[in-house]
């Protein structure tokens, strides 16, 4: 697998690991077991979705980004 350098860490993100290890946690800790505002009322999406297959690359830093991007 590649790897690429964290060319933004300091920037657009924290550049202490432990920090940014947290706050990822948290964000994915935050995420509903069931979501049900973007599907009709009444229906109910279990999260994560079996099988689902996405890519979320935020272009935002996480400090805006993060919160959406921990639903995937």
Avoid at 21 to 27: G, T, V
Avoid at 38 to 51: A, F, Q, R
Wanted: glycine letters at 10%; one cysteine or more.
């Amino acid at each position: 697998m590649t790897v690429r350098q964290a060319t933004h860490a300091g920037s657009w993100y924290t550049d202490d690991r432990e920090q940014l290890d947290y706050e990822l946690q948290q964000w994915l800790d935050n995420v509903p077991e069931q979501v049900t505002e973007v599907i009709p009322v009444g229906d109910s999406c279990p999260v994560p979705v079996k099988g689902i297959r996405a890519i979320i690359g935020p272009h935002a830093g996480f400090s805006y980004s993060g919160a959406n991007a921990a639903y995937g």
